[in-house]
Antibody, heavy 120, light 107 residues
Framework: EVQLLESGGGLVQPGGSLRLSCAAS????????MSWVRQTPGKGLEWVSG????????FYADSVKGRFTISRDSSTNTLYLQMDSLRGDDTAVYYC?????????????WGQGTLVTVSS | EIVLTQSPATLSLSPGERGTLSCRAS??????LAWYQQKPGQAPRLLIY???NRGTGIPARFSGSGSGTDFTLTISSLEAEDFAVYYC?????????FGQGTKLEIK
């Protein structure tokens, strides 16, 4: 059974940093691209970042480029999102999601989400 | 960035009725369109990928159609558990984008 368990969310001040983790199990982690998608009531769903199975290719939304870094560790089956220079509009529920065999653009399993709140 | 516009914003139907949800892209996405279902407090769930292919374990009452810029998700006979929010999503161009959602509510 595929499981994705996010952690690391919380309250952080503007300009601060946070690192999200996603522990994956139930599939061959290194064989699949992974992504982070966030959701807010106002802006809906936004694809934040994606990374290839081997970790050699990464993609970022313009809204986070230069501030967020996606990475993965196949030895521990963990996906990360390092978030720096956080702003109020980064406040959202962040989901970790697994790509299907089709490719990064189809997300067939999602975690339960972790809430990030950026506020002073 | 490709903008996906879903209609209607809210659809009120009764169990057993047919539900038809639309998604229009600001430019062609070929067949690279997916549909997701989200219930309150839960993560989205993949229903349809590449316009018309059902995801693993998705009931046959869910079907997708379309190509280019106009797409449709059809639920042939609504069941109680189908009342939720539905999102379309394109993977034709990065950044991949989602529509704003259609809320399917019980009439």
């Amino acid at each position: 059974e595929v499981q994705l368990l996010e952690s690391g969310g919380g309250l952080v001040q503007p300009g601060g940093s946070l690192r999200l983790s996603c522990a994956a199990s139930g599939f061959t982690f290194s064989s699949y691209a992974m992504s982070w998608v966030r959701q807010t009531p106002g802006k809906g769903l936004e694809w934040v970042s994606g990374i290839s199975g081997g970790g050699d290719s990464a993609f970022y939304a313009d809204s986070v480029k230069g501030r967020f870094t996606i990475s993965r560790d196949s030895s521990t089956n963990t996906l990360y999102l390092q978030m720096d220079s956080l702003r109020g509009d980064d406040t959202a529920v962040y989901y970790c999601a697994k790509a299907s065999h089709i490719g990064m653009g189809v997300l067939d399993y999602w975690g339960q989400g972790t809430l990030v709140t950026v506020s002073s | 960035e490709i903008v996906l516009t879903q209609s209607p914003a809210t659809l009120s139907l009764s169990p057993g009725e047919r539900g038809t949800l639309s998604c229009r892209a600001s430019q062609s996405v070929s067949s690279y369109l997916a549909w997701y279902q989200q219930k309150p407090g839960q993560a989205p769930r993949l229903l349809i990928y590449d316009a018309s292919n059902r995801g693993t374990g998705i009931p046959a009452r869910f079907s997708g159609s379309g190509s280019g810029t106009d797409f449709t998700l059809t639920i042939s006979s609504l069941e109680a558990e189908d009342f939720a929010v539905y999102y379309c999503q394109q993977r034709s161009n990065w950044p991949y984008t989602f529509g704003q959602g259609t809320k399917l509510e019980i009439k």
